[in-house]
């Protein structure tokens, strides 16, 4: 199947376009941008600054030697929180600073704009690595004091945004007294018993978690980015109305995906997009380390959907940044900014080459074969999406016979019949991990989909359950 070309990433440093990223999710990749050299050689100094505050100069020397990709080989994975958190505590400002110049000299954003308080910089360890970690060994971050007066600096000076964290402060304390849960997020659910080192982001859109509308998001490269980790982005879903499990936070079962885009990026390369195309995090399956950092921009005042577990209020003005005013901040209130977002509503994504069959009935272990189909009901190349009582699963017919496997992705349990699939490969639309057609497996040991026993007999097709499926 040909993927849609008409939001594929410009690579040359065009001159770029504010209006197609609002409204048409036209994205970036970019090899230059405002500050690149500083704000890169500020992010190096301090990563090694911080291995070695936490692990000692025989670790800071290994990782100089090796790269930052490879931290995972001289760094605990135990103390990953603890490098992000000085890599935010000490570039904090600099960060705020690089963002508003890449608004306003790079994207050319003519008017005022925001910069959310929120900067986000993850170190990805390799899967393999990283879940060996357990979370009562994983070391807990100090407590942002310097954030915390910050914000109360901005909202002394600023009596609206006192009076709105007040008002804030006692509805949370009333709900909590009332035992009121304002979303049923439920972070196990997400994340399953994954400790924190190991965790990705599934396919989603920003204001499902309280961001803001038409944002632009800034995701920098610092190193170890391959298509083994990287960002996962969905533009030929771009305006197409998305429901997400409020418990789990993944897309609603039913909702098919295109073929996932992930670019390998070199370090210091910046991608541009907007949020409310649907994206998600690759678990990494590589064996890199991948480091980058995320940021938002609002062209204009931030506006929120009504719904969210939580809302990003705080921002800085871009005409207080350009002036370094650090202690001057922001507040919009959900309540008072709500809005729509800017798109045209298209027909969803349906996959073309999946057809579905449910039977009611059990696939019993070790049992006699199951008459399922007809030999020509299943077209080579097209997949067949059984649902029986107690099993899920998908068959096709390759050239080399049939194939057919259980659809839970071993990773956390997506169904990967909605997920993207071209007779050779199909794709989770989970974290964008693929599987072979032929065998099951995905370039990590740790992950291969199940086998279930399929054979064609007088044109009919059979599946059979054994003990090991």
């Known amino acids: 199947m040909a993927q849609d070309q008409s939001h594929i990433v410009h690579t040359a440093d065009p001159e770029i376009d504010l209006s197609s990223i609002i409204n048409n999710a036209q994205h970036y990749l ?50 990953v929180r603890l490098l992000e958190f000085h890599l935010r505590e000490t570039l904090r400002d600099d960060l705020y600073y690089w963002s508003y ?20 910089i993850r170190i990805h360890y390799p899967h393999l690595v990283a879940r060996k970690a357990r979370a009562e060994d994983i070391a807990a971050p100090p407590y942002a004091y310097t954030e915390r007066m910050r914000l109360l600096q901005a909202a002394l000076r600023n009596p609206k945004m006192l009076a709105y964290a007040g008002s804030r402060a006692i509805a949370k304390k009333l709900d909590e007294r009332r035992k009121k849960k304002s979303h049923a997020y439920d972070a196990k659910a997400y994340h399953g018993n994954l400790a924190t080192p190991a965790r990705a982001h ?8 309280g961001h803001s509308y038409d944002g632009i998001n800034l995701w920098l490269s610092i ?18 109305e998305v429901h997400f499990d409020p418990v789990s936070m993944y897309l609603k079962e039913g909702q098919a995906t295109p073929r996932p885009l992930k670019y390998a990026m070199e370090p210091g390369q910046l991608l541009v997009l907007n949020p409310e195309m649907l994206h998600g995090t690759q678990v990494n399956i590589s064996d890199e380390t991948r480091v980058a950092l995320t940021t938002r921009l609002n062209p204009h005042e931030p506006r929120f959907a009504k719904e969210a577990p939580f809302h990003f209020e705080y921002w800085y003005s871009s005409k207080d940044l350009a002036d370094k005013r650090w202690g001057k901040m922001s507040a919009f209130p959900h309540k008072e900014f ?20 449910t039977l009611n009935f059990a696939l019993e272990k070790d049992a006699d ?3 399922i189909c007809s030999v020509d009901d299943l077209k080579p190349g097209h997949r067949l999406g059984v649902d029986f009582t107690n099993a899920k699963v998908m068959i096709w017919r390759t050239k080399d016979g049939l194939r057919a496997y259980h659809r839970s992705c071993p990773h956390m349990g997506i169904d990967t019949i909605d997920g993207f699939q071209d007779g050779k490969e199909v794709f989770c639309p989970g974290h964008g991990m693929s599987f072979s057609v032929e065998t099951g497996e995905s370039s990590c040991e740790a992950f291969k989909l199940k086998a279930v026993k399929a054979t064609e007999k007088d044109g009919r097709v059979f599946l059979a359950r054994t003990a090991a499926a």
């Not at 709500?338 to 069959?357: F, I, V």
């Open 30 to 79: 970019l090899n230059d941008h405002a500050m690149k050299e500083e704000i890169m050689a500020k992010l190096r100094a301090e990563f090694l600054i911080g291995v070695e505050k936490y692990h000692g100069p025989e670790a800071r020397a290994g990782v100089e030697r090796d790269g930052l990709k490879m931290v995972h080989k001289h760094f605990p994975v135990e103390k």
């Open 101 to 120: 110049k890449v608004g306003a000299e790079t994207l050319g954003i003519p008017n005022e704009f925001f910069v959310d308080h929120l900067i986000v």
């Open 369 to 371: 074969p199951v008459d």
């Open 338 to 357: 709500q809005g729509d977002p800017s798109w045209t509503s298209r027909e969803p994504y349906k996959h073309k080459d999946t057809e579905k069959l």
């Open 202 to 209: 599934g396919a989603h859109v920003d204001t499902w978690y």
């Open 223 to 240: 190193d170890g980015v391959n298509e083994g980790n990287t960002v996962i982005l969905y533009p030929g879903m771009w305006g197409q």
